[in-house]
């Protein structure tokens, strides 16, 4: 009578006692930024609402708004120009491509709302109703999403060229913005040596 070998006993239960393996530390850290990342994007869009809604709006009364306008879409594609090479010596660009993005266009909604609002406080008549925060961001957003349900509409022939001035920025925003955000996130991505930073099992990007 003979003793099973120790090393069959073994292999009958070693499939048994068999762990997972621990989560890596990498996978731990990608959790981590896109955690801070989140919690950042949220701080952002929180200021800039608070911002949109307890801000007065300018009025006709205070000057043209169109100068106003220009000058907060000129700074708007400064701050997108300056993402550009942000992302790309950033360390973690992927990322940061999408925290720009997720508080960029936010803020390109919210420069259309409030002066949408202020020229619907001047002139109630350049709506079919008067706009106030909530109303103003509403249309804003059915402009750029391209919904248009009808119940806001541009009245006045100055009101409608602003509307069709948004359309085509929508355009820009949506196919330039974007896209060079993106390219941004890519030479970013290049420049680290072809690795993500979505974690160490991320295959280098073509």
Known sequence: MGMAPAHEDAGECGPMTQRRPPVSKSRQDVWRRGLLVLCRISLWVS?????????????????SGIP??????????????VQVPAIIEAKHPILRAVEALAV???VYLLIFARIYMANSLSDPSGFSRALDHTTALYFTVTVFATVGFGDIVAQSNSMRLLVTLQMLLNLVVLGVGIRLLT????????????HTDLGERDRPLD
């Open 104 to 106: 960029l266009v936010p």
């Open 47 to 63: 200021v800039l609402f608070a911002a949109y809604f307890l801000i007065p709006a300018r009025t006709s009364s205070e000057g």
């Open 68 to 81: 106003w306008l220009i000058l907060q879409l000129a700074v708007f594609g400064v701050v997108v120009g």
């Open 183 to 194: 390219a941004a996130a890519r030479r970013g991505v290049a420049r680290r040596g072809g």
